[in-house]
């Protein structure tokens, strides 16, 4: 009987001394407050605070362009002039093809010659927020 008791009091202390390990290491790597934001926000929300509206990636500035303009239909060329990646990977729809009629401009602050193809005399602003610009061909 004693054999038993002492083997259930190890199992008991070596399942204890797991569970503190596994909490302590849960709370370094930030793992309830990662899943209070996930519960907290929704993806729409997550991927604002990450990407930005205006600025970034400006990935809010091209979802607001294309709802509020009902360009859903199509890919559009974005470019972003800040060191970011191109965001187009968010909204881009492979079975369709690029429409050369629309441009979004991110963190775009004048003639840029040196780094887009992009020509401001051939096109006309639509819309724009800060540094965002939705531009259409004429």
Not at 94 to 120: E, M, V
């Amino acid at each position: 009987m004693t054999l038993l008791t002492t083997n259930i009091k190890s199992f008991i202390k070596n399942y204890i001394l797991i569970i503190f390990i596994l909490i302590f290491f849960l709370s370094k790597i930030d793992f309830f407050k990662s899943i209070y934001i996930l519960s907290e926000n929704n993806l729409e929300n997550r991927m604002l605070n990450n990407y930005g509206y205006c600025k970034n990636e400006g990935l809010g500035f091209v979802k607001d362009v294309i709802d509020k303009f009902k360009l859903e239909k199509t890919n559009i060329n974005i470019q972003n002039f800040d060191d970011f990646p191109n965001i187009s990977w968010a909204v881009y729809d492979y079975t369709q093809n690029l429409n050369p009629n629309f441009y979004i401009l991110i963190n775009y602050r004048g003639k840029d010659t040196n780094r887009s193809k992009f020509n401001a005399d051939k096109f006309k602003l639509i819309y724009n927020f800060e540094n965002c610009y939705l531009f259409e061909k004429l």
